[in-house]
């Protein structure tokens, strides 16, 4: 079992997340929710209006309206 945590990093909780959209690991719905609510509130503090990061997969981007999406390739 995964243990998402507050404590990770950023490109940490991106790896998760991509390696839960491949099936290598798998999440609860309840982890799903925790990590994506963890990289929204990251992608709020960490990134700038209209900046996107991207780790493997996982594309986390802040929209100019300050909107946080996280998308997979």
Same mark, same amino acid.
């Given at each position: 079992?995964?243990?998402?945590n507050? =404590?990770l990093?950023?490109? =940490?909780?991106?790896?998760?997340? !991509? #390696?839960?959209?491949q099936?290598?690991?798998? +999440?609860?719905? $309840? =982890?799903? #929710?925790?990590?994506? #609510?963890?990289?929204?509130?990251?992608? /709020?503090?960490? +990134?700038?209006? !209209?900046?996107? +990061?991207?780790?493997?997969? @996982? /594309?986390?981007?802040? /929209?100019?309206t300050? $909107? @946080? !999406?996280?998308?997979f $390739?």
């Amino acid at each position: 079992m995964t243990k998402i945590n507050p =404590e990770l990093s950023t490109v =940490e909780l991106m790896k998760l997340a !991509g #390696d839960d959209h491949q099936k290598t690991i798998e +999440l609860t719905q $309840a =982890e799903r #929710d925790q990590l994506f #609510d963890l990289l929204k509130e990251r992608g /709020r503090s960490e +990134l700038e209006y !209209g900046e996107e +990061l991207e780790i493997d997969t @996982v /594309r986390l981007i802040r /929209r100019v309206t300050g $909107a @946080v !999406g996280i998308y997979f $390739a």
